[in-house]
């Protein structure tokens, strides 16, 4: 029983994962939308993904979206706006503020030091 149970949860958590790393740029991404999907509660999903994680779900989607915007900084010339807008924040003044609390710089800060 613990090794069905051990085999649907890893499943589960790559179903789950997967599908948040496919789309993490979709602004509509949230725990609700996620429950739908796979048919759990929302608490449950909250859970799930903190337990297998070790972050809270925002924490996760921010740190992947976070990563993208970084590498495209670095890799691309597209416009900054173009970039955050691209992986799923509407609000870019916001998304400049929580990127700057979080790497410590502004993102055109952070690309000028990344050429």
Request: no cysteine; aromatic share 10%; charged share 30%.
């Amino acid at each position: 029983v613990d090794d069905k149970k051990e085999s649907h949860n890893d499943k589960l958590r790559n179903d789950i994962l997967d599908y948040i790393r496919d789309n993490y740029n979709n602004y509509e991404l949230s725990l609700e939308s996620l429950a739908l999907k796979f048919q759990l509660s929302i608490s449950y999903v909250s859970r799930f993904i903190k337990g297998q994680t070790g972050v809270t779900f925002t924490q996760y989607l921010q740190d992947l979206r976070m990563e993208d915007v970084k590498r495209q900084l670095k890799e691309t010339d597209k416009s900054i706006k173009d970039i955050v807008v691209q992986v799923g924040y509407l609000d870019v003044a916001n998304f400049t503020r929580k990127f700057k609390k979080v790497v410590g710089v502004t993102p055109g800060q952070y690309r000028n030091l990344n050429r």
